[in-house]
T-cell receptor, first 115, second 113 residues
Framework: QQQVKQSPQFLIVQKGGISIINCAYE??????FPWYQQFPGKGPALLIA?????SEKKEGRFTISFNKSAKQFSLHIMDSQPGDSATYFC??????????????FGTGTRLKVLA | DAGVIQSPRHEVTEMGQEVTLRCKPI?????LFWYRQTMMRGLELLIY????????DSGMPEDRFSAKMPNASFSTLKIQPSEPRDSAVYFC???????????FGSGTRLTVV
């Protein structure tokens, strides 16, 4: 119940295309869903996040779509660019009483955008 | 702000040796996390601290692993004795309570031969 399942493992997209990465969770208590972007040799960096009370959140070319009933959420990268080539992680966090959010990460998607 | 600072960036050690990884969180952040990243298991939470107190160490794989946070600006993760299967990238991250986002350091790549 604590797992977050992410797919695909690898994704190759042409420049200008749409990249779509999917995640699914089981624990209905999860209440925060971030996406992290990681470049080689760097730590993951927060990209965008969503709470389950909204179905979509958009920031620039990045959009999270959230389906609470299906317990799924996805990251869409519009007009994908070679600079978007990185590994993307979804994550989920249950509510906390300590004030600290404890993320459970998906296994990652390695995205390559072809020039 | 210099972000979360980890040292060393790379560590190569022989099996059986003690390894100490270091982390300086962002000033003002009161939560600190240690993660391990491998190809097989992805990002695993090892332990996290809130206000310098260990809250959850259920992810620490074995008694060979220990972590301390003696003050708000410093934490260590120690492996003693190290084994080849400990080879991984170890990340430290920090956050401010009630702030959802973590800030990760650049990691320490540990190789145990």
């Amino acid at each position: 119940q604590q797992q977050v399942k992410q797919s695909p493992q690898f994704l190759i997209v042409q420049k200008g295309g749409i990249s779509i990465i999917n995640c699914a969770y089981e624990n209905t208590a999860f209440d925060y869903f971030p996406w992290y972007q990681q470049f080689p040799g760097k730590g993951p960096a927060l990209l965008i996040a969503i709470r389950p009370d909204v179905s979509e959140k958009k920031e620039g070319r990045f959009t999270i779509s959230f389906n609470k009933s299906a317990k799924q959420f996805s990251l869409h990268i519009m007009d994908s660019q070679p600079g978007d080539s990185a590994t993307y992680f979804c994550a989920a966090s249950p509510p906390t009483t300590s004030g600290t959010y404890k993320y459970i990460f998906g296994t990652g998607t390695r995205l390559k955008v072809l020039a | 702000d210099a972000g979360v600072i980890q040292s060393p960036r790379h560590e190569v050690t022989e099996m059986g040796q003690e390894v100490t990884l270091r982390c300086k969180p962002i000033s003002g952040h009161n939560s600190l996390f240690w993660y391990r990243q491998t190809m097989m298991r992805g990002l695993e939470l090892l332990i996290y601290f809130n206000n310098n107190v260990p809250i959850d160490d259920s992810g620490m794989p074995e008694d060979r692993f220990s972590a301390k946070m003696p003050n708000a600006s410093f934490s260590t993760l120690k492996i003693q004795p190290s084994e080849p299967r400990d080879s991984a990238v170890y990340f430290c991250a920090s956050s401010f309570s009630s702030n959802y986002g973590y800030t990760f350091g650049s990691g320490t790549r540990l190789t145990v031969v």
